[in-house]
């Protein structure tokens, strides 16, 4: 079983820069789908990135294209989602998910897909 423990967000003006890192304990991410959701306070689950770390296919929700990146060091079992160029609206918590590549596939989006979940950590990004 994956136990995933995120980190790195915080209190950021905007246009600011933060980077989140998810780190998997518990199992190497081989063949995995790694996802960085994020939730407001009165919204949904939303699906920001995805990263596939056998196939290296990459997924980004159009709000964030251009602006975040997400990328894995399979060295040390942990994906980072590089957040720059900061808005307001960006601010929630900030959750990674893992589950199976074959299961999630191109349906990254679906949170009911994953299920293995870190803690979240929270980003807060102010006007």
């Known amino acids: 079983e994956v136990q995933l423990v995120e980190s790195g967000g915080g209190l950021v003006q905007t246009g600011g820069s933060l980077r989140l890192s998810c780190a998997a304990s518990?199992?190497?991410?081989?063949?995995?789908?790694i996802g960085w959701f994020r939730q407001a306070p009165g919204k949904e689950r939303e699906g920001v990135a995805c990263?596939?770390?056998?196939?290296?296919?990459?997924y980004y929700a159009d709000s964030v294209k251009g602006r975040f990146t997400i990328f894995s060091d399979n060295t040390n079992n942990t994906v980072y989602l590089q957040m720059n160029s900061l808005k307001p609206e960006d601010t929630a918590e900030y959750y990674c998910?893992?589950?199976?590549?074959?299961?999630?596939?191109?349906?990254?989006?679906?949170?009911?897909?994953?299920?293995?979940w870190g803690q979240g950590t929270q980003v807060t990004v102010s006007s």
């Open positions: 998910a893992a589950d199976a590549l074959f299961r999630v596939g191109s349906s990254w989006r679906l949170p009911g897909l994953y299920d293995f």
């Open positions: 518990g199992s190497t991410l081989d063949n995995y789908a």
């Open positions: 990263i596939g770390t056998s196939d290296g296919k990459i």
